[in-house]
Protein backbone atom coordinates (compact mmCIF):
# COMPACT_ATOMS: atom_id res chain seq x y z
CA UNK A 1 0.00 0.00 0.00
CA UNK A 2 1.00 3.43 -1.12
CA UNK A 3 2.00 5.83 2.18
CA UNK A 4 -0.98 7.98 0.58
CA UNK A 5 -3.24 4.98 0.58
CA UNK A 6 -2.25 4.32 3.56
CA UNK A 7 -3.17 8.11 5.59
CA UNK A 8 -6.17 8.21 2.73
CA UNK A 9 -8.02 4.99 4.81
CA UNK A 10 -7.14 5.79 8.25
CA UNK A 11 -8.76 9.40 7.65
CA UNK A 12 -11.73 7.22 6.19
CA UNK A 13 -11.39 4.71 9.50
CA UNK A 14 -11.02 8.09 12.08
CA UNK A 15 -13.47 10.94 10.30
CA UNK A 16 -16.86 10.28 10.22
CA UNK A 17 -20.04 12.77 11.02
CA UNK A 18 -20.90 10.94 14.81
CA UNK A 19 -18.11 10.24 16.31
CA UNK A 20 -14.79 11.82 18.21
CA UNK A 21 -11.45 11.03 19.09
CA UNK A 22 -10.33 10.04 23.30
CA UNK A 23 -7.41 11.42 24.64
CA UNK A 24 -6.31 8.92 27.08
CA UNK A 25 -1.87 9.72 26.67
CA UNK A 26 -1.63 11.54 29.46
CA UNK A 27 2.42 11.90 30.30
CA UNK A 28 3.64 9.89 33.76
CA UNK A 29 3.75 12.84 35.85
CA UNK A 30 -0.14 13.86 34.56
CA UNK A 31 -1.55 10.77 34.99
CA UNK A 32 -0.20 10.47 38.28
CA UNK A 33 -2.30 14.44 38.97
CA UNK A 34 -5.26 12.73 37.82
CA UNK A 35 -4.97 9.67 40.07
CA UNK A 36 -3.82 11.73 43.11
CA UNK A 37 -7.46 13.84 42.83
CA UNK A 38 -9.11 9.80 43.45
CA UNK A 39 -6.42 9.30 45.74
CA UNK A 40 -4.97 6.41 43.62
CA UNK A 41 -1.04 5.28 43.32
CA UNK A 42 0.18 5.82 39.74
CA UNK A 43 2.16 2.59 39.27
CA UNK A 44 2.30 0.91 35.89
CA UNK A 45 -0.64 -2.10 37.36
CA UNK A 46 -3.08 0.63 38.02
CA UNK A 47 -2.43 2.79 34.87
CA UNK A 48 -2.80 -0.54 32.89
CA UNK A 49 -5.89 -1.06 34.27
CA UNK A 50 -7.59 1.76 34.12
CA UNK A 51 -6.69 2.58 30.52
CA UNK A 52 -7.49 -1.13 29.86
CA UNK A 53 -11.42 -0.35 31.47
CA UNK A 54 -11.42 2.63 29.32
CA UNK A 55 -10.99 0.72 25.99
CA UNK A 56 -12.97 -2.44 26.78
CA UNK A 57 -15.92 -0.26 27.41
CA UNK A 58 -19.24 -2.26 25.33
CA UNK A 59 -20.26 -0.35 22.40
CA UNK A 60 -17.57 2.90 22.76
CA UNK A 61 -16.93 2.31 19.30
CA UNK A 62 -20.29 3.66 18.52
CA UNK A 63 -19.11 7.17 20.00
CA UNK A 64 -15.32 7.27 19.28
CA UNK A 65 -12.91 6.48 16.19
CA UNK A 66 -9.49 7.03 17.51
CA UNK A 67 -7.73 6.87 20.91
CA UNK A 68 -4.47 8.35 21.67
CA UNK A 69 -2.54 6.47 23.93
CA UNK A 70 0.77 7.20 25.81
CA UNK A 71 3.90 5.34 24.47
CA UNK A 72 4.01 2.99 27.84
CA UNK A 73 0.33 1.86 26.88
CA UNK A 74 1.38 0.15 23.50
CA UNK A 75 3.13 -2.06 25.43
CA UNK A 76 0.12 -3.22 27.81
CA UNK A 77 -2.17 -6.14 27.44
CA UNK A 78 -5.62 -6.73 28.96
CA UNK A 79 -5.37 -8.81 32.00
CA UNK A 80 -6.30 -11.89 28.84
CA UNK A 81 -3.44 -11.04 27.24
CA UNK A 82 -4.79 -8.85 24.59
CA UNK A 83 -2.54 -5.77 23.69
CA UNK A 84 -4.42 -2.70 24.51
CA UNK A 85 -3.89 -1.21 20.99
CA UNK A 86 -5.84 -4.65 19.52
CA UNK A 87 -8.25 -4.03 21.93
CA UNK A 88 -9.26 -0.96 20.52
CA UNK A 89 -9.02 -2.03 17.26
CA UNK A 90 -11.19 -4.43 17.59
CA UNK A 91 -14.01 -1.87 18.74
CA UNK A 92 -13.39 -0.48 15.57
CA UNK A 93 -11.43 2.64 17.37
CA UNK A 94 -8.00 3.57 15.24
CA UNK A 95 -5.24 3.18 17.95
CA UNK A 96 -2.61 6.24 17.78
CA UNK A 97 0.07 7.80 19.76
CA UNK A 98 1.65 10.86 21.40
CA UNK A 99 4.63 11.22 19.91
CA UNK A 100 5.93 14.63 21.31
CA UNK A 101 8.37 14.63 24.73
CA UNK A 102 6.96 17.63 26.42
CA UNK A 103 7.31 20.99 26.44
CA UNK A 104 10.36 23.34 28.04
CA UNK A 105 11.29 27.39 28.08
CA UNK A 106 11.72 28.86 24.12
CA UNK A 107 15.66 30.26 24.50
CA UNK A 108 15.13 34.07 23.71
CA UNK A 109 11.10 34.11 23.69
CA UNK A 110 10.69 34.62 27.48
CA UNK A 111 7.06 33.55 28.66
CA UNK A 112 6.64 31.16 25.48
CA UNK A 113 7.55 27.47 25.17
CA UNK A 114 8.89 25.02 22.60
CA UNK A 115 7.79 20.97 22.49
CA UNK A 116 11.09 18.50 22.09
CA UNK A 117 11.11 15.45 20.33
CA UNK A 118 12.18 15.42 16.71
CA UNK A 119 15.17 13.56 17.11
CA UNK A 120 14.79 9.93 15.80
CA UNK A 121 11.25 10.72 15.28
CA UNK A 122 11.07 8.60 11.60
CA UNK A 123 12.47 5.81 13.32
CA UNK A 124 10.16 5.75 17.03
CA UNK A 125 7.13 5.75 14.44
CA UNK A 126 7.81 2.67 12.72
CA UNK A 127 8.11 0.69 15.98
CA UNK A 128 4.88 2.02 16.97
CA UNK A 129 3.16 1.39 13.51
CA UNK A 130 4.67 -2.19 14.24
CA UNK A 131 2.55 -2.21 17.41
CA UNK A 132 -0.74 -0.58 15.71
CA UNK A 133 -0.39 2.99 15.75
CA UNK A 134 -2.06 4.23 12.68
CA UNK A 135 -1.78 7.75 13.79
CA UNK A 136 0.23 10.73 15.84
CA UNK A 137 0.26 13.46 18.20
CA UNK A 138 1.96 16.59 19.04
CA UNK A 139 1.44 19.65 20.61
CA UNK A 140 2.74 23.01 20.71
CA UNK A 141 1.60 24.79 24.11
CA UNK A 142 0.59 28.80 23.48
CA UNK A 143 0.38 30.56 26.91
CA UNK A 144 -1.37 34.62 27.03
CA UNK A 145 0.31 37.04 28.65
CA UNK A 146 0.24 41.20 28.05
CA UNK A 147 3.52 39.85 25.72
CA UNK A 148 3.24 36.26 24.99
CA UNK A 149 3.16 34.74 22.68
CA UNK A 150 6.16 36.54 20.82
CA UNK A 151 6.43 36.76 17.26
CA UNK A 152 9.29 34.15 17.48
CA UNK A 153 7.03 32.05 19.62
CA UNK A 154 4.62 31.62 17.23
CA UNK A 155 7.52 30.83 14.31
CA UNK A 156 9.07 28.28 15.90
CA UNK A 157 6.04 26.03 17.52
CA UNK A 158 4.73 26.38 13.68
CA UNK A 159 7.92 25.33 12.24
CA UNK A 160 8.03 22.31 14.81
CA UNK A 161 4.42 21.44 14.17
CA UNK A 162 5.31 21.22 10.30
CA UNK A 163 8.24 19.29 10.71
CA UNK A 164 6.44 16.50 12.85
CA UNK A 165 3.60 16.51 10.50
CA UNK A 166 6.03 16.01 7.80
CA UNK A 167 7.85 13.03 9.40
CA UNK A 168 4.75 11.51 10.24
CA UNK A 169 2.98 11.59 6.38
CA UNK A 170 6.35 10.26 5.27
CA UNK A 171 6.14 7.10 7.45
CA UNK A 172 2.26 6.75 6.59
CA UNK A 173 1.11 7.87 9.77
CA UNK A 174 -1.74 10.39 10.40
CA UNK A 175 -0.73 13.54 12.70
CA UNK A 176 -2.47 15.33 14.46
CA UNK A 177 -1.67 18.38 14.96
CA UNK A 178 -2.00 20.50 18.34
CA UNK A 179 -1.66 23.93 18.68
CA UNK A 180 -3.06 24.63 22.26
CA UNK A 181 -3.68 28.35 23.12
CA UNK A 182 -3.52 27.85 27.62
CA UNK A 183 -6.92 29.30 29.48
CA UNK A 184 -4.87 30.63 31.92
CA UNK A 185 -5.08 34.12 32.93
CA UNK A 186 -7.21 36.88 33.14
CA UNK A 187 -7.79 37.90 29.08
CA UNK A 188 -10.74 38.03 27.76
CA UNK A 189 -12.46 36.30 24.78
CA UNK A 190 -11.38 38.79 22.12
CA UNK A 191 -7.63 38.49 22.98
CA UNK A 192 -7.95 34.49 23.04
CA UNK A 193 -9.52 35.40 19.65
CA UNK A 194 -6.91 37.24 18.19
CA UNK A 195 -4.23 35.27 19.60
CA UNK A 196 -5.70 31.62 17.99
CA UNK A 197 -5.66 33.54 14.93
CA UNK A 198 -2.17 34.30 14.76
CA UNK A 199 -1.06 30.66 16.43
CA UNK A 200 -3.56 29.04 13.33
CA UNK A 201 -2.37 31.41 10.53
CA UNK A 202 1.62 30.47 11.64
CA UNK A 203 0.46 26.54 11.88
CA UNK A 204 -1.11 26.49 7.95
CA UNK A 205 1.77 28.55 6.43
CA UNK A 206 4.37 26.04 8.00
CA UNK A 207 2.23 23.32 7.12
CA UNK A 208 2.09 24.74 3.68
CA UNK A 209 6.21 25.48 3.43
CA UNK A 210 6.79 21.48 4.63
CA UNK A 211 4.33 20.10 1.96
CA UNK A 212 2.00 18.80 4.18
CA UNK A 213 -0.86 17.12 3.02
CA UNK A 214 -3.98 18.77 4.17
CA UNK A 215 -6.21 16.02 3.52
CA UNK A 216 -4.38 13.48 5.74
CA UNK A 217 -3.65 15.52 8.77
CA UNK A 218 -6.45 16.27 11.94
CA UNK A 219 -6.41 19.43 13.28
CA UNK A 220 -6.67 19.53 17.27
CA UNK A 221 -7.18 23.26 17.99
CA UNK A 222 -8.34 25.09 21.27
CA UNK A 223 -12.25 26.68 21.65
CA UNK A 224 -11.78 30.38 21.71
CA UNK A 225 -12.79 31.03 25.56
CA UNK A 226 -11.83 33.89 27.89
CA UNK A 227 -8.96 33.54 30.60
CA UNK A 228 -10.11 30.64 33.53
CA UNK A 229 -9.81 33.60 35.83
CA UNK A 230 -12.02 36.21 33.96
CA UNK A 231 -15.58 34.30 33.89
CA UNK A 232 -17.40 32.09 31.60
CA UNK A 233 -18.56 33.04 28.02
CA UNK A 234 -21.80 31.45 26.97
CA UNK A 235 -21.76 28.60 24.43
CA UNK A 236 -23.01 31.17 21.62
CA UNK A 237 -20.22 33.67 22.04
CA UNK A 238 -17.37 30.94 22.22
CA UNK A 239 -18.95 29.08 19.14
CA UNK A 240 -19.25 32.24 17.37
CA UNK A 241 -15.60 33.44 18.41
CA UNK A 242 -14.35 30.17 17.50
CA UNK A 243 -16.47 29.68 14.36
CA UNK A 244 -14.85 33.12 13.02
CA UNK A 245 -11.16 32.34 13.75
CA UNK A 246 -11.23 28.98 12.48
CA UNK A 247 -13.37 30.15 9.16
CA UNK A 248 -10.32 32.89 8.99
CA UNK A 249 -7.37 30.28 9.20
CA UNK A 250 -7.98 26.90 8.18
CA UNK A 251 -8.25 25.47 4.88
CA UNK A 252 -11.10 23.68 3.32
CA UNK A 253 -8.68 20.84 3.17
CA UNK A 254 -8.44 19.85 5.92
CA UNK A 255 -11.31 17.10 7.16
CA UNK A 256 -11.51 17.77 10.45
CA UNK A 257 -10.93 19.74 13.66
CA UNK A 258 -11.12 17.97 17.19
CA UNK A 259 -10.82 20.11 19.78
CA UNK A 260 -9.16 19.87 23.02
CA UNK A 261 -10.97 20.55 26.16
CA UNK A 262 -8.34 22.47 27.93
CA UNK A 263 -10.11 22.33 31.39
CA UNK A 264 -13.38 23.64 30.81
CA UNK A 265 -15.69 20.92 32.90
CA UNK A 266 -17.38 18.02 30.97
CA UNK A 267 -20.94 19.79 30.44
CA UNK A 268 -19.18 22.89 29.47
CA UNK A 269 -16.76 21.59 26.74
CA UNK A 270 -20.41 19.71 25.33
CA UNK A 271 -22.42 22.82 25.58
CA UNK A 272 -19.51 24.74 24.05
CA UNK A 273 -19.11 21.81 21.30
CA UNK A 274 -22.73 21.65 20.47
CA UNK A 275 -23.03 25.44 20.07
CA UNK A 276 -20.23 25.39 17.71
CA UNK A 277 -22.11 22.59 15.42
CA UNK A 278 -25.51 24.22 15.87
CA UNK A 279 -23.98 28.08 14.36
CA UNK A 280 -21.67 25.67 11.84
CA UNK A 281 -24.15 26.47 8.93
CA UNK A 282 -22.05 25.49 5.51
CA UNK A 283 -18.40 24.96 7.56
CA UNK A 284 -16.68 22.94 5.22
CA UNK A 285 -15.04 20.45 8.10
CA UNK A 286 -16.00 17.72 10.75
CA UNK A 287 -16.27 19.65 14.43
CA UNK A 288 -15.86 16.98 16.65
CA UNK A 289 -13.67 16.79 19.87
CA UNK A 290 -10.49 14.98 21.10
CA UNK A 291 -10.79 15.13 25.09
CA UNK A 292 -8.83 14.23 27.38
CA UNK A 293 -10.15 15.82 30.90
CA UNK A 294 -13.84 16.19 29.70
CA UNK A 295 -14.51 12.59 28.94
CA UNK A 296 -12.35 10.95 31.47
CA UNK A 297 -12.84 13.14 34.57
CA UNK A 298 -16.54 11.19 34.92
CA UNK A 299 -14.79 7.91 34.42
CA UNK A 300 -12.09 8.32 36.74
CA UNK A 301 -14.69 9.69 39.29
CA UNK A 302 -16.87 6.86 39.37
CA UNK A 303 -13.54 4.39 38.78
CA UNK A 304 -11.86 5.47 42.58
CA UNK A 305 -9.30 2.90 41.83
CA UNK A 306 -11.58 0.21 42.53
CA UNK A 307 -11.93 -3.22 40.31
CA UNK A 308 -15.99 -3.07 41.47
CA UNK A 309 -16.06 0.18 39.98
CA UNK A 310 -15.27 -0.73 36.64
CA UNK A 311 -18.78 -1.10 35.03
CA UNK A 312 -19.53 2.02 36.74
CA UNK A 313 -16.61 4.06 35.38
CA UNK A 314 -17.26 2.52 31.95
CA UNK A 315 -20.97 3.57 31.82
CA UNK A 316 -20.08 7.37 33.08
CA UNK A 317 -17.56 7.43 29.98
CA UNK A 318 -19.73 6.08 27.36
CA UNK A 319 -22.51 8.10 28.52
CA UNK A 320 -20.15 11.35 27.89
CA UNK A 321 -19.01 10.36 24.53
CA UNK A 322 -22.74 9.61 23.51
CA UNK A 323 -23.56 13.30 24.79
CA UNK A 324 -20.25 14.37 22.99
CA UNK A 325 -21.37 12.99 19.72
CA UNK A 326 -24.89 14.28 19.92
CA UNK A 327 -22.83 17.61 20.41
CA UNK A 328 -21.05 17.45 17.31
CA UNK A 329 -24.40 16.71 15.51
CA UNK A 330 -25.52 19.88 17.79
CA UNK A 331 -28.29 17.73 19.06
CA UNK A 332 -27.21 17.56 22.41
CA UNK A 333 -29.81 18.74 25.29
CA UNK A 334 -29.09 20.05 28.41
CA UNK A 335 -29.23 17.12 30.99
P1 LIG B 1 -7.73 17.91 27.36
O1 LIG B 1 -9.00 17.66 26.59
O2 LIG B 1 -7.80 17.41 28.78
O3 LIG B 1 -7.24 19.31 27.23
O4 LIG B 1 -6.62 16.98 26.74
C1 LIG B 1 -6.47 16.92 25.40
C2 LIG B 1 -5.06 16.63 25.06
O5 LIG B 1 -4.75 15.62 24.48
C3 LIG B 1 -4.04 17.63 25.42
O6 LIG B 1 -2.87 17.36 24.70
Redesign the pocket.
Known sequence: MSTTTELQQTIIDMVDNTRGIL?A?ESSPTIAKRFAAISVESTEENRRHYRSTLLSTPDLGQYISGV?LFEETLDQKTSDGTPLAELARKQSIVPGI?VDKGKGPLPGAPGDSITYGLDGLAERLEGYKAQGARFA?W?EVYSITATNPTQLGLDANAEMLARYAAVCQSTGIVPIV?P?VLMDGKHDIARCAVVTENVLHSVFHALHKHHVSLEHMIL?PNMVLPGIDLRTADPEEVATETLKVIRRTVPAAVPSLNF????QGPEE?TRNLNAINQLRGSAPWQLSI???????QPALHAWQGKTENDAAAQQALLNRARLNSLARQGKYESE
Not at 260 to 263: I, K
Not at 290 to 296: C, E, V
Open positions: ADIKKREEKLSGGASYGRALQ
